[in-house]
Each structure stands twice: as structure tokens, then as C-alpha cells.
């Protein structure tokens, strides 16, 4: 890494600012020497005269001989990894007779994100005698970007903010087209100003990838704060630090930091923030630190496991956790099983080293207080079948699926694994009802139940896909309005009207029922996207199902409906048939849902055409290109084959409000196409005669 000079006095001269650094200060220098943060020890000491005092090997070790030390030297300042301050703040609660040395004024940390519990018990323990600085900033920017005073007095908290950045530097938060995100918005963090190095030595693509062009550069050189030349000035401005954290702007201009791009995994076709899970893990009473972490089985499959370091003469009972957690997370993000540690492992800089967690085995696990063994020659079979799919033991006759770690993917190897065995054919859809052993065998001994009473109601549709879509391919369990319904209950709790949301799965509503709070209780309903055929029949038919299920959750008006993609159709009908029982509905929400206007469509199948083809060019050689071309051209159009018996859904006009929100970037289209789009059809399909109420809002995306 090229770190100028005059980087490097900027930092110094702001970090003496920030800490009120004088001669008198005594700092301890705890970093090594190879690690960027011993800067922050060094410099602001030679600048003001104050004295550097090196640690001992074993002071590194331990956080009792480090006050001790620090109390027979006088010390004034301590500049801790955050790691290594969690350990300190853990002996000082576990030892009475330890106290924190009346001569330190200043303990700044950083290098990870801070856990609130801590902050807690430091401030009981410590008081207003000590300030407690947390901050943040990668080597690129010249060790610190942002720093924030943690309050004496925090009021259940979260997390804990990075604060704002050091004189002479920028923060912003932006989007993947380098546009700022609203406050409150989750978007990447880059830094731009004084500190930033030159690049990595001898590595110009890496240096061009992470070291991006400033698309605010003329704005921040009118502002001349650099006390600098103006080349230098120029220099600095011209650039922006891609970090690679994910951060949000909170409602003070402070900054929370959300960890790790790089630290997102995908399971199961979720991607999923570990430091979100990390976060509400601490929440839990009794957990003092956590990590989280995926480990795969011999099959590749991947999940996910928590590390738990207790508090002192806590007990922390896993089960209890989880269902914590499925309170407060979706399904996908709650961990499949835990494991207890005395202490985080640490790289030598005192940071978590995810490298040295244990794997956890699931093979050979302690039976739980619920555990039922299996009673018949059957139920062992199947017990054998799933320990086998799951590489979970034990498994007892009343172990549910998807608690065991059960998605999609394995129910799919499951059902194969059974029907090999036992030579009986089982449909998938079956495990969407019979989730347990006990439940599997009873059906093979007394025939697979009947949900004939559904398909009698919905007229052309396969009730087993739909009840399988909600519930396997969203991974979770959720209550239903009733037995044979095709909604779950995502959040039934909260006294604000109901918003039922139609959608394709659970992932696609996941953000906007969190957006939405714990106080409005929130449904999803199949789009049936996947196996509907947009005919006039089974739209109505779903609508009809998904009424029936909305008038039995509320009887009364006004109603607030939604509807993602596919499923804004369905919403729609659903409103129509709604005001044609004289209900009100208050609001309807589309994402993203296309209108009926002819000359649209034809633009919209034109445009996916275009796309896909230019797609496949893309990948072909020259040569391959010419004779795809060649072949694309004197291939001729096939005769319609629109049969005349297909009867499409035509929305009819609709007098009530619809909000209507579109993406500003598609994920397939280029950025040129989907302005073309937005321009020549601003309304996309919805004719102000179709639609006279309508109100449209254009976000970043819709996740």
C-alpha cells in the first residue's frame, strides 16, 4: 500500500484534533509494528511531544497485566482492536478487585463492529471517568476515516454508530450506479478526501478496481477546505475508496456500519448478511459474543452455525435462542445449530479469525429433552432415510423438517432417497403437510390425505403446488388463515391495518414487511407465478381463494393490497372483486407491475428478445456469431399458434388509488434500455383512462 506523506500529516494532525492529544498524554503502543493502526499510536505522539510506551509481549495477552502495567505507567491513552477491548471489559466485570487506571482519560477502538452489551457493562463499570471513542477506516484511507464519542448513557441500543468522518475527509453512501441512497437506506461505503493512498504498489488493475473516479469531484473542489496545493488538492478529490462495507446513513448523519459486502453468503438462494444475524444474536440475554459462520456437509450443502461466548454464569439454551431468533429473523437467516466457546479465536491483530472456528457436528448430537425415538420398523426406516439426506443424529419421529435444516434442495434428495427404499412413489408437494417422521409414516400406512376439497375450488389450478411453493420453496413454516389456505401469516401480530402482499416467494416480500414494522400485521399471497397461465379463469379463480382467506383475517374495510411483478395482477383482481362486494380498499401497491397498453407489451416482448439475443452473442466467437446471425435470418416466422380458446386476463378500469413503484435500473436490461423504456412509456402500460388515480414513486431497486 502507497500511503503519501501528506496523507499521513493529515491523519495526525486530525487524530490529535479528535483526542485532544497534548505532550502530557502517555499512549501505549500496542499494535505491532506491521500493522497500520501502530500509526495511530506513533504519529499523533511525535507531533505533540507526548511519550510512547511499548508493551510487553504478554501485555498482548492479557488484559489484567495491560491496566496493571498501565497503572504503574501512568498511561493516559489506550488504543485497543475492539476484539481485545470485548476481553478487557469481560475481566473487569469478572474481577471486582480489577479497576481501570484512574489516569486513563481516552480508550479509542475499532477494527470491528463494537457489541452494544459491552458498551453497557463498560459504561456501569466505568462511567463518565473515561471516554470511549469507536472508530473506523481501512489502511487505504490512512488507518481512520470516521470516528464517533460513544454516550455515557446508552437506552437499548443495537448497534453502534462509526460516527463521521475526520477533518479533510468524505463519506458517502452509494448505490451500485454510484448514486447516494436515502437516509435509513443500506448501500456501500466509500471515502474520499485527504487520507487516501496512491494505490497498491506494482497491482494497477487492483488499484483501478478499488480506487474509483469521485462522480462528486467538481463539487467538492469548489469547497477548498484542503490546506494544501492545489494540485494535491485536485488529486485527492479525483478519487473514491471503495471500501466494500455495507453501511447506512442513521437520521443524526451518523454512519452504521453493516459489515462486510464479502461477508454476504448465498444459501439456498437467499443472500443473507452475516453481521445482521451476528447483530440480533447479542440481543439475546446472556450472550456476551457471538460469530457466525457456514459450514458445509459432505453432500456441499451449506448452513448456517453460531458461535456463542456466554456471559459470566449465564446459561444460554439453544432452543430457546432459536425461537428467539425465528421471532426476530427470517427462517433462512436463523442458524441451524450453535456452539459454546470461551472465547472468540483471534488473528494476531486482534481480530475474529472466522478460519479457526470448530466445525460443528451434527452426526453425533446430545438428545434433546423432546427427543421421541421412533416406535415402528417404518418409522426407523425413515428416521435412517432422513439422518442420511439431513447428516443430522438423532432425529425423533416428531423433529420437524425444515427445523432440521431441511430446504427445497434436500426435500427433493429426501423424497428420492424415500421412494428408492421404500418403493412408493411420494410427491414432493406431500412434505409441505407432512413435515415430521411420524406424520410421513402415518401416511404411507393409511394413504396420502385428499385435498380434493381445495381443488374443487380453485377451478384449473394445482392446489399442492401452490400449498408447496409457500411452503417449502419458502423455506418456512408460516400460520395460515386456514387449513386449505394458499397465504401465510409473515407477521400476525400489531394493531395497524393488514397488507396483504401477493408475490412469488417469501424472499420477495421479505424487505418491504420488515420496511413495514412489527406493528402491521403482514400476509403473503401465491402469485402463482410459476404455474399460472395468465388466463382470465385462473386469475379470477386465485383471487377468489385469496379473498375468501382476506375476509376471514378481516371482515371489516378499508383494506391495503400489494402485489410484486406477476402478483400486482392478482392484487388488482383481487381489488375488483373486493369493490364489487362494496368494500373499500384504501391503497393499492404495484412493484414493478406491467400495464395492459398494447403498443407496450409489443415493446416490452421486442426489448426481451433483443436483450436475450444479445445475451447469446455475447458468449459465441466471431464465426459463431455470423452463422447464429445467418441462421436467425432466414429462419421464417412461425404461423400464430394462439389457440382461440385462450381467454387472456384483461384488467378492467379501476377508480381507487394505486402507487405504483418502479425499479430505476432492471437487473438483465442495460442502463440505456431501461431509460428508453421509462421514456417513451412513463407509465408502463397503465392509460390514465385505465387507471385515473394513479401515483407512481421510481426507487433504486426492488428487493
Known amino acids: 500500500m502507497e500511503i503519501e506523506h501528506r496523507a499521513l500529516v493529515n491523519f495526525a494532525q486530525a487524530a490529535v484534533q479528535e483526542y485532544e492529544i497534548t505532550q502530557s498524554d502517555r499512549i501505549v503502543q500496542f499494535a505491532s509494528i506491521s500493522f497500520d493502526a501502530s500509526i495511530e499510536e506513533i504519529y499523533p505522539c511525535l507531533i505533540t511531544g507526548g511519550t510512547l510506551v511499548l508493551r510487553t509481549e504478554e501485555m498482548g495477552y492479557s488484559p489484567s497485566l495491560l491496566l496493571e502495567k498501565s497503572n504503574d505507567y501512568g498511561i493516559t491513552i489506550l488504543d485497543l482492536p475492539t476484539a481485545f477491548w470485548h476481553l478487557l471489559t469481560t475481566e473487569l466485570a469478572n474481577k471486582p478487585q480489577l479497576k481501570l487506571p484512574p489516569s486513563i482519560r481516552l480508550v479509542i477502538i475499532g477494527g470491528e463492529a463494537v457489541n452494544p452489551k459491552q458498551v453497557a457493562i463498560w459504561n456501569q463499570l466505568v462511567g463518565a471517568t473515561c471516554q470511549l471513542i469507536n472508530t473506523y477506516g481501512p489502511t487505504e484511507t490512512t488507518v481512520v476515516a470516521t470516528s464517533y464519542r460513544i454516550p455515557h448513557h446508552l437506552d437499548n441500543v443495537s448497534t453502534i454508530p462509526i460516527g463521521r468522518p475526520l477533518p479533510n475527509l468524505q463519506t458517502y453512501i452509494l448505490d451500485q450506479n454510484l448514486q447516494p441512497v436515502p437516509v435509513g437506506v443500506l448501500g456501500e461505503l466509500y471515502i474520499g478526501g485527504a487520507g487516501l493512498a496512491r494505490g497498491y504498489l506494482n497491482r494497477p488493475e487492483l488499484t483501478a478496481e478499488k480506487f474509483v473516479v469521485n462522480p462528486f469531484a467538481q463539487d467538492q473542489k469548489s469547497v477548498g477546505r484542503l490546506n494544501m496545493d492545489s494540485s494535491a488538492a485536485t488529486d485527492r478529490w479525483s478519487k473514491l475508496y471503495k471500501t466494500g462495507d455495507l453501511a447506512r446513513y442513521?437520521?443524526?448523519?451518523?454512519?452504521?456500519?453493516?459489515?462486510?459486502?464479502?461477508?454476504?453468503?448465498?444459501?439456498s438462494g437467499f443472500r443473507i448478511e452475516i453481521g445482521e444475524i451476528e447483530t440480533v444474536i447479542l440481543e439475546y440475554p446472556g450472550v456476551q459474543a457471538t460469530a457466525v459462520a457456514v459450514q458445509e456437509n459432505s453432500s456441499g450443502y451449506k448452513r448456517l452455525v453460531g458461535y456463542l461466548v456466554n456471559q459470566p454464569n449465564a446459561n444460554v439454551e439453544h432452543e430457546a435462542l432459536r425461537r428467539f431468533l425465528q421471532q426476530k429473523l427470517p427462517a433462512h437467516m436463523v442458524p441451524f445449530g450453535f456452539m459454546n466457546l470461551n472465547a472468540l479465536p483471534l488473528t494476531p491483530n486482534g481480530k475474529i479469525d472466522p478460519k479457526a472456528l470448530p466445525k460443528i457436528d451434527f452426526v453425533n448430537q446430545p438428545v434433546s429433552k423432546n427427543y421421541l425415538a421412533?416406535?415402528?420398523?417404518?418409522?426407523?426406516?425413515?428416521?435412517?432415510?432422513?439422518?442420511?439426506?439431513l447428516e443430522v443424529k438423532p432425529i425423533g419421529i416428531q423433529d420437524d423438517f425444515l427445523e432440521l435444516g431441511g430446504s427445497s434442495l434436500l426435500a427433493m434428495d429426501l423424497v428420492s432417497e424415500i421412494e428408492s427404499t421404500l418403493q412408493q412413489k411420494m410427491p414432493l408437494t406431500a412434505l409441505a403437510n407432512l413435515s415430521t417422521v411420524e406424520q410421513m409414516a402415518q401416511c404411507f400406512v393409511e394413504g396420502q390425505p385428499s385435498l380434493q376439497d381445495l381443488a374443487a375450488t380453485l377451478d384449473g389450478i394445482n392446489p399442492q403446488d401452490y400449498q408447496a411453493l409457500l411452503t417449502i420453496m419458502a423455506g418456512?413454516?408460516?400460520?395460515r388463515p386456514r387449513p386449505n389456505?394458499?397465504?401465510?401469516?409473515?407477521?400476525?401480530?400489531?394493531?395497524?391495518?393488514?397488507?396483504f402482499y401477493c408475490a412469488n416467494a417469501y424472499h420477495e416480500a421479505e424487505g418491504l414487511a420488515n420496511y413495514l414494522g412489527q406493528e402491521r400485521p403482514f400476509y403473503l399471497m401465491e402469485s402463482g407465478y410459476f404455474t399460472l397461465e395468465c388466463n382470465a379463469r385462473q386469475v379470477k379463480t386465485l383471487a377468489a381463494q385469496h379473498l375468501e382467506d382476506i375476509l376471514t383475517i378481516q371482515p371489516q374495510a378499508p383494506y391495503l393490497l400489494g402485489g410484486y411483478s406477476t402478483g400486482g395482477i392478482i392484487a388488482w383482481e383481487i381489488a375488483?372483486?373486493?369493490k364489487a362486494l362494496g368494500k373499500e380498499v384504501a391503497l393499492l401497491v404495484l412493484f414493478d407491475t406491467a400495464g395492459p397498453a398494447a403498443n407496450f407489451e409489443k415493446y416490452e416482448k421486442f426489448s426481451y428478445t433483443l436483450q436475450t439475443q444479445l445475451d447469446k452473442l455475447a458468449t459465441m466467437s466471431m464465426m459463431e456469431k455470423l452463422s447464429y446471425l445467418k441462421q436467425k435470418t432466414w429462419k421464417k416466422s412461425p404461423a400464430s399458434t394462439e389457440h382461440a380458446s385462450f381467454d387472456p386476463y384483461l384488467p378492467q378500469p379501476y377508480d381507487g388509488k394505486v402507487l405504483l413503484f418502479l425499479a430505476a435500473q432492471a437487473e438483465r436490461a442495460s442502463f440505456f434500455s431501461h431509460k428508453l423504456k421509462f421514456g417513451l412509456f412513463p407509465r408502463i402500460g397503465w392509460e390514465p383512462q385505465m387507471l385515473p388515480q394513479l401515483s407512481i414513486e421510481h426507487v433504486l431497486a426492488i428487493t
Not at 252 to 261: A, M, P
Not at 377 to 388: D, V
Open 485 to 499: 389456505s394458499l397465504m401465510v401469516a409473515m407477521q400476525n401480530q400489531g394493531q395497524q391495518t393488514p397488507f
Open 476 to 479: 418456512r413454516k408460516g400460520d
Open 374 to 389: 421412533p416406535r415402528t420398523e417404518l418409522e426407523r426406516q425413515l428416521t435412517s432415510i432422513w439422518s442420511k439426506v
Open 250 to 267: 442513521l437520521g443524526n448523519s451518523k454512519i452504521e456500519y453493516l459489515g462486510r459486502i464479502d461477508n454476504q453468503v448465498k444459501i
Open 576 to 578: 375488483q372483486q373486493l
